[in-house]
T-cell receptor, first 115, second 117 residues
Framework: EAGVVQSPRYKIIEKKQPVAFWCNPI?????LYWYLQNLGQGPELLIR????????DSQLPKDRFSAERLKGVDSTLKIQPAELGDSAVYLC?????????????FGPGTRLTVL | GQQLNQSPQSMFIQEGEDVSMNCTSS?????WLWYKQDPGEGPVLLIA?????ELTSNGRLTAQFGITRKDSFLNISASIPSDVGIYFC?????????????????FGQGTILTVHP
């Protein structure tokens, strides 16, 4: 079974430019998460989807960040415009139903560098 | 918001030694999880704990869910070089708690483990 796929793995952009990250969860997983991981820190949840519905986006900076999961499968996270402080690793994770006992499987992440 | 304090921040040990790390919270969690993250990869689940007082083992790893539900520890026995990595604790809110935070994982800052052969 394929794991969570993310692309690109690395991205370097100049500040004020837009950037997008793509995630394909494990087949059959209804719940998808986007996390932000700063250097030396644990992941922090940005947004959680149940199928195509964003059920928790309280930590997403909506002035510059947006996300979509139109068909309830793969998802895109966008930043426009990017700022220097956005440099971090963006992790995607999925779980089958989002239940207490469900394991969240993480992708390898996209490392973003904003110059 | 909820905060997890994980300690120690880093450890340098010799192969064969035992390792212990812990996590404390300012609030109660219903689930405690321990993850390991290798460079350039996402975190991988090691152990999940669902009941206060629960003690669970996975090979050389043992973890416990504190009685107060505000803490957890992870022990690694007889460390080997492949144990090198960053270990994260995470607490999870109950799924049916209501509101928008249900099911949310809150991670600690991580413990960097280095094992010298």
């Amino acid at each position: 079974e394929a794991g969570v796929v993310q692309s690109p793995r690395y991205k370097i952009i100049e500040k004020k430019q837009p950037v997008a990250f793509w995630c394909n969860p494990i087949s059959g997983h209804n719940t998808l998460y986007w996390y932000l991981q700063n250097l030396g820190q644990g992941p922090e949840l940005l947004i959680r989807y149940e199928n195509e519905e964003a059920v928790d986006d309280s930590q997403l900076p909506k002035d510059r960040f947006s996300a979509e999961r139109l068909k309830g499968v793969d998802s895109t996270l966008k930043i426009q415009p990017a700022e220097l402080g956005d440099s971090a690793v963006y992790l995607c994770a999925s779980s089958r139903f989002g239940q207490d006992t469900d394991t969240q499987y993480f992708g390898p992440g996209t490392r973003l560098t904003v110059l | 918001g909820q905060q997890l304090n994980q300690s120690p921040q880093s450890m340098f040990i010799q192969e064969g030694e035992d390792v212990s790390m812990n996590c404390t919270s300012s609030s109660i969690f219903n689930t405690w999880l321990w993850y390991k993250q290798d460079p350039g990869e996402g975190p991988v689940l090691l152990i999940a704990l669902y009941k206060a007082g629960e003690l669970t083992s996975n090979g050389r790893l043992t973890a416990q869910f504190g009685i107060t539900r505000k803490d957890s520890f992870l022990n690694i026995s007889a460390s080997i070089p492949s144990d090198v990595g960053i270990y994260f604790c995470a607490g999870r809110n109950p799924v049916n708690a209501g509101g928008t935070s249900y099911g949310k994982l809150t991670f600690g800052q991580g413990t960097i483990l280095t094992v010298h052969p």
